[in-house]
């Protein structure tokens, strides 16, 4: 058995990442913390979790966390996770951190987080943990960059046909919509249920913090710089990401010619389900999977990808656990079907 | 047109009551307060009120809202109210208070709620605006308590019986469900989306703040001492009451009998609807409305009834408008219907 | 007052026509129809309606209908108003059709809803019922043709500046979310609460029969083909639409300049409010109002629109009232705010 | 490997079931049945299952399933499953039946499902499929009838008390909330989307259909007759059942002595989760989980019992998989955890 701790273990990821790995046939978790006093059985701080672990959670403790520990999750907020990752890296332990703070370079990280970067010797280094475009690479990582829960469904939707967007001039536009648990486990006035029950807004309309990651991934991808117009909405549910997609240009290539390129990519991949041509998928369709769909159609001159994933799965935990996966040797999808 | 200020309103109740003396044909809002630094018009702060009323939302100046009020609005937090509305009493002004703060004995009060009462000399004075039960002293009230929302509800479905109920020395047990804009406008985790969407549970099981008033008001309303066993709960939904009550004897009266006792009381009410002897009431058929709906049935022994109410209106601000009717010498229905 | 009936009452639709004249100060129901064997009280088929309107539901008899009305709504389903429509138009009685039966011409009619039109006399005089757009022929015209609820929106969002999309050859895309009631009062698995609850889709991806609706709207108001592409999605909630809106073009006027031609269009317009630039609405601001809200906003050259609506108010009902006070001459938001 | 079929895979329960026995590690699935003409694979008819696995849906062939089949599963509706089960029966195949059709005698059953019994003799043998109470039986059975959903949550939060209650002479009043997969998978205007979201009802007050099946088992676990009154309510939510109980008695026990019949009875019980006193659970802490959470309280002379279930886990397929692994000879909570 493989050991692994969870160092922020009380929010909505890090529960999550709990749940998996208590599941998961080859993989031990030895260790959970959080901002607590007393160490206290995770059980009884959430009864979702009693008489289904032993755990602890407890104030955090590199020594001993590294210790008990192959990999270590971080599911930190923003900016705090670059205090912690190079902590356990210098004792030669995996991380994969579930925060932005290894995804972006230096300079746009400062650009969208309003903080200069604490760890840039490790941000070098950190890949990307998305195993459709950089398996190889996550096999070999010290440290992981996790994707945020927007990019992987959009990355995932428009890595086949970047390369073709760019070469007919194409114009990208994502109109996607999440769920609550996306915003985290707050205690906000918007995010209340008074407020968001019977209600469907739009925020950060074309300049959210996702999107620098989503163009640096698929610039990557096509070889050329991608530019995505993005803008997030809010849905009155709890899990899920659908991302409608739609790609404008003067001419469009033939539709099966696109969808085979969607067809190669995937052929293989245990975690990516594309469609029939022209069938669409739903968010209920992979809710509690760590699945990401993926539909297309061409109507009218426009051509339109749909893809959904669960946001705490594939959008985050999910995806960390394929990731510790490769990381440690095991099968990819192990404990995640 | 009579003139009237809502006190506190950037609640879910405050809110409710500005929307209600809008569309209402005979009554004008003149003044809104709210902890707030500047003036700003009302429809500027809530999108939702943008372009339907001029009214400015400041801070409180008991002088300049007694000025413009033939009546006043106390939607303010329990303990607040009673250092506000002798103000408004001193000047002559006619109050309705929707907090908790004149509903009890000051005994009953601070056992309750933990805090001395503060005016004692108007809380003598108030009258429990129940129309159906205090209608005539209403009118001449200078102080109304508004109800709670869940006495509202419980009290209209067992006044009718209650009397009987002590003779036959029966057992009443309310179980209650109520949506979230109950709990008020607040930033707290447990009432976040995530945590009460796809959920439902019970809090304060028989040991709730409004078990006084209920027994307090359906005592007097039988002569004799009441006990209600009452435990909430709450709905994932935004708006509406329903309890389910259950009259547990050795052996009740005709089912006939007591549905008259129900027919003969709410024969004139405006509010209440009495539904066919067996057909019970839902939550979506009173939302947005001022009515208590009520069915009734017995079976296998026990008399069950069932009410509905929406919190917002009925249960708080609907209810207050009514009382503002009743207190002004307007149609009791005015603005309701 | 004024009379009026409403054939096909028990829809969303009908029912909600009837909930505004309930409270409407200066017009009287008269009828009600159904597919219905015996005249029963609506209030009696409908507990929300009890004790508050003493109107029958009843078999269809266009000559006492008449009679007794100077205007009639249909809340027909589609291909049915075109056989009841000319019954009442020959006698004289003022029509407001909220199929889509008098929407299109007859050869898009039958493109799109696979049925000859069997009215085309009257379908050629019927005015498209959106009042900022055709206020004054709907204040002479006999029969109206109430808009869809996304075309309302959509349309809305997009006549002040489809002249100048139209010049500067941009590209419309429109991605829509509707809650549930705009599919109708069904007992559909896919409409089921299991299947739509936490669960959110797109479907008939840019071949949405509301498209040649908007188009067609659209296209009289740029004076030239103007080209929708329309994506509508189901979200988990009964009552709203937002659109979500890019223009995308290779250089876009400045913002301000597209601001001002909002401004100018809807600065007196009572039940369209344009949020300050850059602000965007949301759908819990317009549930259960008669208004349509619109925000815009450009963000790294995208012109980026927001439209919220309630499907049976301003989508639906509430617009079919707004047409009947301006047909009927009375004040345009009698009833209404 | 041991091999399992389930004949009725397309509704909820059966769906479910083919959900856990995908993912249990000592199971495989060999054969799905549903009234459908050509055979499709699963994950064609349901995209959620694409992928996952290979197994055909087609129609029931008894032969075929049995020799493929260790146990099967019916998932089929009432009225149903006796005419099938007899026939895996008769081939040595050991059935457990999700249906109420084995689950009363034969007398209660007609009274209640409106039908003679046409399996008599395999309806004595049956053995009721609640592990905390028959455990025995159920590893020996060859039929077992799965309880219902209500009744699974109930009789568990009232088994350890039950003969207490008689000898006191206590009434029990049963308050349960159920959400929508717990009416199956139906097309009808009552459970649709628009029908049941903000909405909350009773239905069948104290005249539910499984109020038998509840006192059939606590007449026997009491050894005497058991009175039950129960009340179920809709819950606009998909999967959980929360039962508030209450125990009406001149005089209880102390709470300290009834509490350790709970710690007794369910001490090492892998699935039932008995909360600290006083302690209350609710839905979402056991949804999608196997667990029947149960808390007491007493509070003002009544005695509070709160229960939780998923009604498909629990309450159905996963209940089903754990009378399955005894059957087996598996480990009770295999594929469970």
């Given at each position: 058995m493989k050991k692994v701790s969870v160092v922020g273990g009380t929010g909505y990821t890090g529960s999550e990442i709990i749940e998996l790995i208590i599941r998961h046939p080859e993989v031990e978790l030895t260790h959970v913390s959080s901002r607590i006093e007393e160490?206290?059985?995770?059980?009884?701080?959430?009864?979702?979790?009693?008489?289904?672990t032993d755990v602890l959670c407890e104030a955090l403790d590199v020594d001993k966390f590294s210790k008990d520990s192959d990999?270590?999750?971080?599911?930190?907020?923003?900016?705090?996770?670059?205090?912690?990752?190079?902590?356990?890296?210098?004792?030669?332990?995996?991380?994969?951190?579930?925060?932005?703070?290894?995804?972006?370079?230096?300079?746009?990280?400062?650009?969208?987080?309003?903080?200069?970067?604490?760890?840039?010797?490790?941000?070098?280094?950190?890949?990307?943990?998305?195993?459709?475009?950089?398996?190889?690479?996550?096999?070999?990582?010290?440290?992981?960059?996790?994707?945020?829960?927007?990019?992987?469904?959009?990355?995932?939707?428009?890595?086949?046909?970047?390369?073709?967007?760019?070469?007919?001039?194409a114009t990208i536009i994502v109109d996607s919509k999440s769920g609550t648990t996306g915003a985290g486990k707050k205690a906000t006035l918007a995010l209340?249920?008074?407020?968001?029950?019977?209600?469907?807004?739009?925020?950060?309309?074309?300049?959210?913090?996702?999107?620098?990651?989503?163009?640096?991934?698929?610039?990557?991808?096509?070889?050329s710089d991608v530019k995505v117009n993005f803008t997030p909405h809010l849905l009155p549910l709890k899990r899920g990401i659908l991302s409608t997609i739609y790609i404008v240009a003067d001419k469009l290539p033939d539709v099966d010619i696109i969808y085979s390129k969607y067809a190669k990519m995937y052929k293989d991949e245990p975690f990516v389900r594309l469609r029939p041509l022209g069938s669409m998928p739903q968010i209920s369709e992979v809710v509690n999977t760590n699945f990401c769909d993926i539909g297309i159609k061409?109507?009218?001159?426009?051509?339109?990808?749909?893809?959904?994933?669960?946001?705490?799965?594939k959008g985050a935990a999910g995806q960390a656990v394929q990731n510790m996966n490769l990381m440690l040797g095991l099968s990819e999808g192990s404990g995640l079907i």
């Amino acid at each position: 058995m493989k050991k692994v701790s969870v160092v922020g273990g009380t929010g909505y990821t890090g529960s999550e990442i709990i749940e998996l790995i208590i599941r998961h046939p080859e993989v031990e978790l030895t260790h959970v913390s959080s901002r607590i006093e007393e160490p206290i059985k995770f059980g009884d701080l959430f009864p979702r979790f009693f008489a289904r672990t032993d755990v602890l959670c407890e104030a955090l403790d590199v020594d001993k966390f590294s210790k008990d520990s192959d990999l270590v999750f971080l599911a930190l907020p923003h900016t705090v996770s670059m205090e912690v990752a190079p902590k356990f890296i210098e004792k030669g332990k995996k991380v994969i951190d579930l925060s932005a703070d290894y995804r972006l370079d230096s300079v746009s990280f400062k650009k969208w987080y309003a903080k200069d970067h604490t760890d840039k010797a490790n941000l070098e280094k950190a890949v990307y943990g998305l195993p459709e475009v950089y398996r190889e690479k996550i096999k070999k990582a010290l440290l992981v960059a996790n994707p945020g829960c927007y990019p992987t469904g959009v990355i995932l939707a428009l890595a086949p046909i970047v390369k073709t967007v760019n070469e007919i001039g194409a114009t990208i536009i994502v109109d996607s919509k999440s769920g609550t648990t996306g915003a985290g486990k707050k205690a906000t006035l918007a995010l209340s249920y008074s407020e968001v029950d019977e209600n469907f807004k739009s925020y950060k309309e074309n300049e959210h913090q996702h999107i620098p990651e989503m163009e640096r991934i698929l610039s990557d991808a096509a070889n050329s710089d991608v530019k995505v117009n993005f803008t997030p909405h809010l849905l009155p549910l709890k899990r899920g990401i659908l991302s409608t997609i739609y790609i404008v240009a003067d001419k469009l290539p033939d539709v099966d010619i696109i969808y085979s390129k969607y067809a190669k990519m995937y052929k293989d991949e245990p975690f990516v389900r594309l469609r029939p041509l022209g069938s669409m998928p739903q968010i209920s369709e992979v809710v509690n999977t760590n699945f990401c769909d993926i539909g297309i159609k061409s109507a009218r001159g426009v051509l339109i990808i749909v893809s959904c994933i669960d946001n705490l799965v594939k959008g985050a935990a999910g995806q960390a656990v394929q990731n510790m996966n490769l990381m440690l040797g095991l099968s990819e999808g192990s404990g995640l079907i």
